[in-house]
């Protein structure tokens, strides 16, 4: 079977409960009817009812069994509010939360937070601040975890071929070494999602040591404290990329090294490059780049492109399932 495949077999039938707060677009909607009618999950679609109903008629699309919830007609609003105002410890005042809870991205984000949704998958008419800022103010991150990051799996056109995990790519635009640490701890997790042996390469222009800059001092610090942090990880840096991928230039460049030329995971430095590379294996490589995938969140937040169609957001949403499944 092929990752997707895999990955539905895995969710199907647990019953996960994801939220989509553009119920009204028609690729957001078509997705989830499809999600519904395999048994994958369980979908609420956020947003004024008629509107989605219309939305359906002129797709052709049946959505019945499909939970509608309105912000503007929500019985349990009163009850939202508070649990929000809590939980903003004093940020926010109930007049101004009632007001708040009526943007469909917040509403979604409290249905998550207040367990009522299992995780959550948006963006695919807003930016990604708009869809992990609230995620930031309400969910937060897992304990333990100091930040959120986005990571990419790239699979290649063959998929029982290698596929790779690459990140942060989205989210930190220059990360301390603390935060790269976290980040390839969480990225070691995220490719065990997808069935990815995770051997971890965090990436540099140098390798160990072949070149001296305070750039280079980051990932080698960072490569120390995400060993003391998770010691039962396969883990190594500072690697180039030719010696984490290429096993000839890994045993040149750094003998020795358990993840030189098998790495499966690559922490970049920072977000451009982190960007650029995924992009070169995508537009060059010819490898499908799934994400950004967020991690280190306490539940399941999704971030779409505005440029999506319905097949991602399907794919995106048995990938929140699945992260959904492992955090329990």
Known sequence: MGLFEDLSVTIKGKGKRLVFPEGHDARVL??????????LLD????????????????????????ELLDPNHYEQFDSMVEDFVERRKGK???????EILKDKMYFAT?????????????????????????????????????????????????EDEQKYVFGDCAININPTAEQLAEIAIESAKTAEIFNIDPKV???????????SSPEVDKVVEATKLAKE?????????????????????????????????????FIFPEIQSGN?????????????????????????VTDLSRGCNEEDVYKAAIITANQALLQG
Not at 43 to 66: D, F, H, M, R
């Open 92 to 98: 926010a005042t109930v007049e101004q939360a009632q």
């Open 276 to 300: 650029i590379g995924y992009k070169i294996a995508q537009r060059l490589g010819g490898y499908q780049a799934l994400g950004p995938i967020l991690q280190g969140m306490a539940k399941p």
């Open 110 to 158: 409290m249905l998550v937070y207040q367990d009522l949704a299992d995780g959550l998958v948006a963006g695919a008419t807003q930016s990604t601040g708009s869809t992990v800022k609230p995620a930031l103010q309400i969910i937060k991150t897992r304990a333990g975890v100091s930040s959120t990051s986005g990571v990419f799996i790239l699979v290649p056109e063959n």
């Open 30 to 39: 078509a997705a989830v009817v499809r999600l519904k009618e395999d048994q």
């Open 201 to 211: 390469a965090l990436l540099s222009f140098s390798t160990k040591g072949s070149a």
């Open 43 to 66: 979908p609420i679609l956020v947003g004024n009812p008629e509107e989605i109903k219309a939305t359906a008629q002129e797709l052709g699309k049946s959505i019945e069994g499909i």
């Open 229 to 265: 942090k998770a010691p039962e990880l396969v883990l190594d840096g500072e690697l180039q990329f030719d010696a984490a991928i290429s096993d000839v230039v890994g045993q040149a460049k750094a003998p020795g090294s358990p993840v030189a030329g098998q790495a499966t995971v």
